[in-house]
């Protein structure tokens, strides 16, 4: 039996756009209209995990993915550099 294992970056946030670390977050209207012109374009699958940040869930949601929130999935703890530019933290 083969198994396909189908990684899917979130939709652009404020953060991310502006080359800051996450910080929690929603999509902004650009991200969440990319999620939602995707809908229905990936196969089907037997199983749905998405990391619990917003940006993740949102975009799950978007795409019209039934996904279940897994909490190794999280995104790396950025500590104080939560929302931070690189230029800020450099």
Same mark, same amino acid.
């Given at each position: 039996?083969?198994?396909?294992?189908?990684?899917?970056? $979130?939709?652009?946030?404020?953060?991310?756009?502006?080359?800051?670390?996450?910080?929690?977050? $929603?999509?902004?209207?650009?991200?969440?209209?990319?999620?939602?012109?995707?809908?229905?374009?990936? $196969?089907?699958?037997?199983?749905?995990?998405?990391? $619990?940040?917003?940006?993740?869930?949102?975009?799950?949601?978007?795409?019209?993915?039934?996904?279940?929130?897994?909490?190794?999935?999280?995104?790396?703890?950025?500590?104080?550099?939560?929302?931070?530019?690189?230029?800020?933290?450099?």
């Amino acid at each position: 039996m083969t198994s396909r294992v189908i990684l899917i970056s $979130p939709a652009i946030t404020a953060a991310l756009r502006q080359a800051r670390f996450d910080d929690g977050c $929603p999509l902004d209207a650009s991200g969440l209209r990319q999620a939602r012109s995707a809908a229905g374009t990936l $196969p089907a699958a037997e199983r749905v995990w998405v990391s $619990p940040t917003v940006r993740c869930r949102e975009t799950a949601v978007a795409l019209g993915l039934d996904a279940v929130e897994a909490p190794q999935l999280a995104a790396l703890d950025t500590g104080r550099w939560r929302g931070a530019s690189l230029a800020e933290v450099s």
